[in-house]
């Protein structure tokens, strides 16, 4: 994945590891940083949120709503091989993906 001068992002390569975004494409606007594991990535947007995509194993999905909702005011993501790490404005924590 890469984001475009413009802030939105061009995927590519295998579907189900990220490679398309389709799913998720309306939402990657104004994207600042992109960090990736072994199969999915996660956006940071300008306005703090995060949106994340490819293989729900591997941390492309936040089906926890509880998850979703802490994903405000991110400052950095980290992906490690099977999950990502969010550090929030507050220096709060969030992670998801593989335990």
């Known amino acids: 994945a890469a984001i475009r001068a413009d802030g939105s992002v061009v995927t590519w390569?295998?579907?189900g590891a990220?490679?398309?975004s389709s799913g998720v494409q309306?939402?990657?606007r104004n994207v600042q940083e992109i960090q990736a594991t072994y199969r999915a990535f996660c956006a940071i947007?300008?306005?703090?949120?995060?949106v994340v995509w490819g293989d729900g194993s591997w941390g492309?999905?936040?089906?926890?709503?509880a998850?979703?909702?802490?994903?405000?005011?991110?400052?950095?993501v980290q992906g490690a091989h099977f999950a990502f790490a969010a550090i929030l404005k507050d220096e709060s924590i969030v992670?998801?993906?593989h335990p």
């Open 13 to 15: 390569g295998e579907p």
């Open 18 to 20: 990220g490679g398309d």
């Open 26 to 28: 309306g939402q990657l």
């Open 45 to 50: 947007l300008a306005d703090g949120s995060a």
């Open 60 to 65: 492309g999905t936040c089906d926890s709503s």
């Open 67 to 76: 998850v979703q909702r802490q994903l405000r005011n991110v400052e950095r």
């Open 95 to 97: 992670t998801w993906g």
